[in-house]
């Protein structure tokens, strides 16, 4: 395999990366279940129909038993598809924004601690060891409880306990891409240093930055189940976390409200997670054999 | 490993704890909501009078830089206030709470860290066979599982449906009488379902972390070296490699140290563990901000002990680090 | 490695099978355990300071009262062994039984009585108990005479061991806060069963108390008290026998199921006193529903039937004025607002909303099929009378509290007890000095009418008990006219226990009342 990369070496790295992922079937099945479920949660409502908080139907209705409602009916008698394809979106928007927010402050404090090392690395990196510090959903919780849940507040909240992990991997990039020869003949020529780290550095440290990105995307959906299913989540918004959280009650009488919901969790960080292995493989062709 | 690097490391400790009792100080009282109106809540119904006897008592009517230095002396003398719902204070409830945690989080971890390094080894073994793939895909679906859905579905099949193990906290109440061994035993079978359903997320990402070090240090020149003096296979793998690959486990394992207390807050909540998660939880939905803040604080300082004890373990498996600052 | 993993497979399957085996032990050799399951977490175990089921289940156990009630809600002596109300209604005399101790060996004296009495009207958030209370004599040792301002019906009732435990005056009265003593938690009684460990959150552990002046009991060697606040869990520890009784349950699916359990009765005997009402609050100050007619609009177009039958299943009881149905004040003759959507439109024109309006409803978080289902049920049933309904949640019980008792409401669902006597439980919602801001359950819907003050302060102090009934049927009547609230139901609380249990307590106190008789079968 290691000599396959020698062949590619005249092409662009980006090039190179989509060769490899366009070859790489997990994540390509992850990119389907991907684009299938953001559709769904898109347009589905569109075509089926209905507010997932009206009560349609007896409640606790098993699935498979009424054609109108495949899925069944939750504790009220709420069509559990309607929440399903409603409750998809808040919870990926929720996911994506808290991804952002978290990669912004990462990249942003790893950026610069990396880069200009001494007391501001010491600095910046004394303040994202103590965000590591704080136990992260406790925090969350805390923040969300604080200032009233909504989807804005749960996403910030997501994003102040989750940055640092980024942090430290930017930094590492910086410091390792900083000593290399083009950023020095960069600084040979008078660069100035917002120009070094935002149009030199960083766009050949992207490469970790992007599969981190897509995991941290993982991590914020699966962190917004968890704060909707205790409870702090925006109640007036239907999502995946509230589905099962509501209906937690009842399990003993109904596993298809917690069920389904959970799955959706699954096949949504399930899929988020192949496409970040194939971009961490496509990136780190030398390690593909792992 | 000198002792000036312990004592650093033990100052740098409790400057971050510093940090974290002035945030969550600031946080808490910054946020809106009046305190007093809370505390005569709990207790059913308020005069002014009352609020005002309130504000005396837990000190709110100072001002907050004030209270702030209060909090941070009280504090230094283990004093975290009195808990607003409950009539005790907060230390006592964390007190009460502490060793339930531990034992969850660590029994997890441990779970995870065996059952992880033993499928990444197997895995390791063969790196295109069945075993590789299966710890290939079990590790992204251990990922990918929220943790509170997994304990409610284990609730479902192994205390419902299956009435095999409790659900009802640490221990059966009937059984707190009796001697140690049984008390053991009962304590073992309350612990199942919610150890295990917080190892499965970390157990897939040991899994996945082994395999892959194990294979970095199976193509190392030592490990030729060693296959090349005539070593077992077996031995090469368990005595050899794994020795190597257990550094980046360590590591993980200590850096996860905070993300498992997050895990147990949720495992705590569905399996009515009585640990500090719970109390958290609880309290929050309480506003006992002392509690809150009490936890936090806890919480807080276990990751910082956990890492130190990390950095310290690391420079003692790693004679590379050691005598360095 | 593999011999390793072998090994511990092995161990650990030898684990279970012996904690499952011990688990399913008969428990009970003489008086035995009795596992009492609750949702509830008390903020201590001192009911003379707190109100509240959590607190008083322990409380009742630990702490003996003067009087305590059978079912037929007829005083009985327990600390008193006499008592007698004088002619005019102005004092009570109590001859106090005089071989009671408390746990610490002190006797049981008049002036520990006089001390609780005191502390309770000074601290307890039900004032009307002990409010005209204006003097307390205590001549001799094992005698108490309780001087009042003006004549107080309610007072037997009061003194019962939910409401007026007798604390021992050694231990208590050393000048700190009665609300944030530290006896609270571990607190020193005369009841049948004293305190060993109190776990906050998590376990109240009783051991029978073997000097109870009562001959023979209390039967049960322990009774613990186990929190779990998740009711599926619960329910499962009850179906396995790992919890006995389970009190206070509600949720439809849960009774039913619990029904259907081979080792279990359910009961809904023991919430007489309680008196729960589930009801939908509103704030007659806010300009769309000071208006009486929307307010009979809204009742006329819910249907408490639909309520009670299908959303409740049948476990509730349907509730149609301010005094709880199984109450003997209750007057059966109340409006009853059967559902009419005509009538219900017609009143909605009529007061110059023909063309709809927009109203909020709030809800008490927590259990759902009481509060937040009926204020969905709200939404669906009032569009059809021109109003929109927006929900608004609460995170938590305190920002409920903040909003409703901070009058910052339109609509709310609301749960109230009426806790033995109209005087201590009823009054407070429909009083007009009573409405004060800030202040859970109190008259948040700021309902005043000089009449119903008349009727209440009247039935308060009236002694004959006919004349008291009908002073409470008229003012039944003028509120189920002015609706300052709309009653829906009685919260389904029901009892489930061991079959195994005899006499179980299901008294108008339910587990609110010391538990000194209840044992295991033979």
């Not at chain 1, 409502?45 to 908080?53: A, E, H, K, L, R």
């Not at chain 1, 007391?119 to 910046?124: K, M, R």
């Not at chain 2, 257990?246 to 140290?257: C, D, E, K, R, S």
């Not at chain 3, 650990?12 to 949702?39: I, N, Y």
């Amino acid at each position: 395999m290691r000599d396959q990369d020698t062949n590619f070496q005249a092409e662009s790295p980006a090039l190179e990366a989509w060769r490899m992922f366009r070859r790489n079937i997990p994540a390509l099945i992850g990119v389907a279940m991907l684009s299938l479920i953001i559709l769904a949660t898109l347009y589905g409502s569109f075509f089926y129909g209905g507010d997932p908080f009206d009560i349609v139907w007896a409640p606790q209705e098993p699935p498979g038993m009424t054609p109108e409602f495949p899925l069944g009916t939750d504790y009220l008698g709420r069509d559990l598809v309607a929440g399903l394809l409603t409750g998809g979106g808040p919870t990926l928007a929720v996911g994506a924004a808290a991804a952002a927010i978290t990669m912004g402050i990462g990249i942003s404090m790893g950026a610069l601690a990396g880069y200009y090392g001494g007391w501001v690395d010491n600095l910046l990196m004394r303040v994202t060891e103590f965000f590591q510090v704080l136990p992260a959903l406790l925090f969350a919780m805390v923040l969300v409880t604080l200032f009233s849940p909504s989807l804005f507040t749960i996403a910030m909240a997501i994003g102040l306990v989750s940055w640092p992990q980024t942090a430290r991997l930017t930094r590492a990039e910086f410091l390792k891409i900083k000593q290399l020869e083009y950023v020095t003949a960069a600084r040979a020529i008078g660069a100035r240093n917002k120009r070094i780290i935002w149009k030199v550095i960083l766009p050949n440290a992207l490469p970790p930055l992007i599969v981190s990105a897509t995991l941290t995307v993982g991590v914020a959906i699966l962190f917004e189940a968890g704060l909707s299913f205790l409870g702090l989540g925006d109640p007036n918004v239907m999502s995946w976390g509230l589905m099962i959280g509501s209906n937690r009650e009842y399990i003993l009488d109904a596993w298809w409200p917690v069920t389904f919901p959970g799955l959706a969790i699954f096949f949504t960080v399930f899929s988020v997670s192949l496409i970040g292995d194939g971009l961490n493989d496509a990136f780190n062709p030398k390690l593909r054999e792992r | 490993m000198n002792t000036s690097f312990l004592l650093r490391r033990l100052g740098y400790g409790l400057l971050l704890m510093l940090g974290v009792v002035v945030l969550n100080f600031l946080l808490i009282r910054l946020a809106p909501g009046d305190p007093a109106l809370v505390i005569a809540g709990e207790m059913g119904g308020a005069t002014q009078e009352m609020l005002d006897s309130i504000r005396e008592e837990y000190g709110l009517n100072k001002p907050v830089a004030v209270q702030l230095l209060l909090y941070i002396g009280n504090v230094l003398q283990g004093d975290l206030g009195e808990s607003f719902f409950f009539n005790q204070p907060v230390s006592s409830l964390i007190a009460q709470r502490v060793l339930p945690t531990i034992l969850l989080v660590i029994t997890a971890q441990v779970l995870s860290i065996v059952i992880g390094v033993v499928l990444g080894v197997l895995a390791a073994r063969k790196p295109n066979g069945v075993m590789s793939a299966f710890v290939s895909v079990f590790a992204t679906i251990g990922y990918a599982v929220p943790v509170f859905w997994t304990g409610i579905m284990l609730v479902i099949l192994f205390a419902s449906i299956f009435p095999i193990f409790p659900v009802e906290g640490m221990q059966s109440v009937k059984l707190r009488d009796a001697s140690g061994l049984v008390k053991a035993l009962d304590i073992l079978h309350h612990l199942v379902l919610p150890a295990f359903t917080l190892a499965v997320i970390y157990l897939a990402q040991y899994a996945r972390l082994s395999r892959a070090s194990m294979l970095e240090v199976l193509g190392s020149d030592y490990i030729r070296t060693a296959r090349a003096k005539g070593a077992s296979p077996r031995s090469v793998l368990f005595k050899h490699a794994l020795r190597n690959a257990a550094l980046p486990i360590l590591t993980v394992a200590g850096l996860q140290f905070g993300n498992l207390i997050s895990g147990a807050l949720l495992v705590e909540t569905v399996f009515n563990w009585p640990g500090m998660g719970r109390l958290a939880f609880e309290s929050i939905l309480r506003r006992d901000y002392p509690t809150i803040m009490g936890v936090l604080f806890f919480a807080s300082g276990m990751v910082v002990v956990a890492n130190i004890l990390t950095d310290m373990s690391y420079r003692l498996a790693d004679p590379r680090l050691r005598g360095k600052g | 490695m593999n011999c390793m993993s072998r090994l511990m497979g092995a161990a650990a399957g030898a684990a279970l099978s012996v904690a499952f085996s011990v688990a399913a032990l008969p428990v009970f050799a003489d008086g035995g355990t009795l596992v009492l399951g609750s949702t509830q977490t008390p903020r201590h175990l001192n009911g003379a300071v707190q109100s509240g089921i959590a607190t008083a289940v322990p409380s009742t156990q630990i702490f003996a009262s003067l009087l305590r009630y059978d079912e037929s809600w007829q005083p009985q002596p327990y600390l008193a062994k006499s008592w007698e109300m004088a002619e005019d209604g102005l004092s009570l005399t109590l001859q106090l039984v005089d071989n009671a101790t408390f746990h610490d060996g002190a006797p049981v004296t008049s002036a520990d009585v006089a001390f609780s009495i005191e502390t309770i009207k000074e601290n307890h958030p039900f004032k009307t108990m002990f409010a005209p209370v204006s003097e307390i004599e205590t001549p001799d040792p094992h005698t108490v005479i309780i001087h009042l301002s003006k004549p107080h019906p309610a007072l037997l009732l009061a003194l019962s061991p939910a409401l007026a435990p007798v604390l021992p005056k050694h231990l208590f009265d050393d000048g700190q806060d009665m609300k944030s003593h530290p006896l609270n938690s571990l607190p020193v009684g005369s009841g049948p069963f004293m305190v060993e460990e109190f776990t906050a959150g998590e376990a109240i552990v009783l051991k029978r108390n073997p000097n109870f002046f009562l001959e023979g009991r209390p039967k049960l060697d322990e009774i613990i008290i186990k929190i779990v606040p998740d009711t599926s869990s619960l329910l499962i520890a009850m179906e396995n026998g790992e919890a006995d009784i389970f009190p206070f349950m509600q949720g439809s699916q849960n009774i039913r199921r619990l029904q259907k359990a081979e080792n279990l009765d359910v009961t809904s005997e023991g919430y007489a006193a309680v008196g729960p009402i589930n009801w939908l609050a509103f704030n007659t100050q806010s300009p769309k529903l000071s208006d009486v007619r929307v307010r009979q609009a809204i009742a006329y177009a819910v249907d408490r039937d639909f309520i009670t039958k299908a959303l409740h299943r049948g476990v509730s009881a349907q509730q149609r004025g301010p005094i709880i149905e199984s109450s003997p004040y209750f007057d059966d003759s109340i409006p009853a607002y059967d559902v009419d959507l005509d009538k219900a439109n017609a009143l909605m024109a009529e007061a110059g909303f023909g063309d709809g309006m927009a109203l909020t409803i709030d809800y008490i978080p927590g259990p759902n099929e009481q509060q937040l289902n009926l204020a969905e049920y709200m939404k669906s049933q009032l569009k059809k009378i021109g109003i929109d309904i927006t929900v608004r949640a609460a995170p938590d019980f305190p920002t409920w509290a903040g909003r409703v008792g901070g009058h910052d409401f339109e609509m709310s669902m609301d749960i109230v007890f009426n806790w033995g006597d109209p005087v201590i439980g009823v009054h407070r919602s429909y009083l007009s000095d009573n409405i004060r801001k800030g202040v859970i359950w109190s008259n948040t819907q700021q309902y005043a009418s000089d009449k119903v003050d008349a009727l209440l302060d009247a039935a308060a102090v009236e002694l004959d008990e006919d004349k008291r009934r009908a002073l409470y049927g008229e003012f039944q009547q003028i509120v189920a006219g002015d609706l300052p609230v709309y009653w829906i139901n009685a919260l389904p609380y029901h009892t489930s226990y061991d079959k195994r249990l005899q006499n179980a307590p299901t008294g108008i106190w339910g587990t609110m009342h010391p538990m000194d008789q209840v044992s295991w079968g033979e």
